[in-house]
């Protein structure tokens, strides 16, 4: 019977002495003593802490029958055989050893030999738990590859399938996939209504409403914010594609209860084809993309699959945006004022503020090109600053000359309406620069303004209240309701020209023009008429009573240092 290490009744020499306080002192190292049958002879505590058996149920026993997998249990044999017989020692390793309860143990393991005087050999298992580096390994590659709320694959790990995917495409050239976004349509009402925490909800719920629609061989991803990437392979063709988002659009039909209500859900779907429509991850990551913003012009809830004309829009609408960024760093942005005449008396009343882009190599960039750009892009609220800004900078040039009375009207889109701070960094630039409220005026057209909700009147009505002068442009081309005109704070309408152009041979047209002017006076505001630009259109819009007028007969758009000219020089010179 060997001697029990450990034990009470070992009396050890010196040198093993040494030998054991030294692993007696490493608590979180496991060592194992055995003989050469592979009975255990020694247990420390750190073995009973990694593999559950405390030291009286291990000694004695096979070390095979206590920690080795059953798979390994043929292969340890042999290797403690060799080391006995032929001195081939064992080399340390990074493996897996069972815990009493049946669940594997992730170690890292070496082991030693101890020789006797009297020949015998004592063997040691020197193990170190792996557990916290493996589990905090495994979190690791959680955090880095999967999405924290939804538990879906992230961008980077669907990147990679994809490539995985891709080449194994390229060996089999009938093999088609299939990249399809999926982008959820107004999410933001969602956080900016209800919060964030109920925005999280929602995309939590859409995720599993979309999973539980695919096949476990797609692959559902978020990409970020509420946008999803599903990928299919081995899909029945543009049919099964559209069998399938049927399902998906179906699945959030249903809706989702938020804080007690049901919201109802859409979504608006890209999709680029391997190999026709790219052949990289980048190509058909971002035809998808683009594909999916058709989708989204096209009135949201719809789904685009990419073409060319969709790339040339892309790279126009990107060549755009380039444009007015650069414009915006370079000062590149420029203002136009078209004066407004008082048709009871010639005089200018007022100016709009016309905005003008020029590209790095001077060329003019159309206003109805690069507004709708600036408000995709999100630049609007940047341009729409510099144009306050320069807005109140030309007033105080002003100040002293023959237009410091003159208002300047300066064109609001309705995505800066949003800006739940837009009269007041309005207000506050006007104080800034020592310039009274009336000396500055706001345009919208009709359709922005009917679309407003309740806190975007109240901006509007902030503005006039404090003596801001409150236009709609283009009024006559939506679809305005009197009763609700009558409750927006607006100071004066401005009749589209369209109107003027087909009212001199169209009795309609006239007809709408006169119920304009008359609904106009009625509600207490000033009529102004776009486009005269013949003397005839002058004489019609002061004889249905227009109060105002701007066109090319009076003046074309000018920049600001050619104002003096202008009224010096009379409006009679800028007659065509």
Known sequence: MPKKLGSKSAVPKKSEQRFYELIESLPM????????????????DASRHIYGYTREEAEGKLLEDLIIPEHMREGVIGAHQNWLN????????????????????????????????????EMFCIDICLQEQKTAKEKLHWMANFDDLTELPNRRLMEFELAARLAKAERNENQEIAVIFIDLDNFKIINDTLGHHYGDELITAVAESLKAEIRSSDLLTRFGGDEFVLLLSDFNG??????????????????????????QVT???????????????????????????????????????????????????????STLHNALANNMLQLHFQPQIDLSDGHILSCEALLRCSDSHSNSVPPDVFIPVAEKSGLINRIGNWVIEEACKQLVAWKGTALENVRIDINLSGKQLINGHLADEILTSLHSYGLRPSQLGVELTENEVIGSDEEQIGQLEKLKNAGVHISIDDFGTGYSSLVYLRKLPVCSLKIDRTFLVHAMENESDMAIMKAII????????????????????????????????????????????KMPEYLSSGTESYVR
């Open 29 to 44: 190292v496991a060592v194992q003593g055995y003989d050469k049958q592979r009975r255990v002879i020694y247990w420390n």
């Open 86 to 121: 032929n001195n081939e020692s064992i080399p340390a390793d990074e493996i897996d050893l069972k815990h009493k309860d049946g669940h594997l143990v992730p170690v890292f393991s070496s082991h030693v030999m101890i020789k006797q005087d009297t020949g015998e050999c």
């Open 238 to 263: 543009v049919e099964g594609i559209l069998e399938l988002i049927q399902r998906l659009v179906k699945s959030l039909e249903r809706g989702f209860k938020l804080d007690g209500l049901l919201y």
């Open 267 to 321: 979504a608006s779907f890209g999709i680029s084809l391997f190999p026709n429509d790219g052949k990289t991850v980048a190509e058909l990551l971002g035809n998808a993309d683009a594909a999916m913003y058709q989708a989204k012009d096209k009135g949201k809830n719809s789904v685009c699959f990419y073409t060319s004309d969709i790339n040339d829009k892309l790279q126009h609408y990107q060549k755009i945006a």
């Open 518 to 561: 008359t609904v106009g006076h009625s509600l207490g505001l000033s009529v102004v008429v776009e486009g005269v630009e013949t003397s005839e259109q002058d004489k019609l819009v002061k004889s249905l009573g227009c109060d105002l007028a701007q066109g090319y007969l009076y003046a074309r758009p000018m920049p600001a240092d």
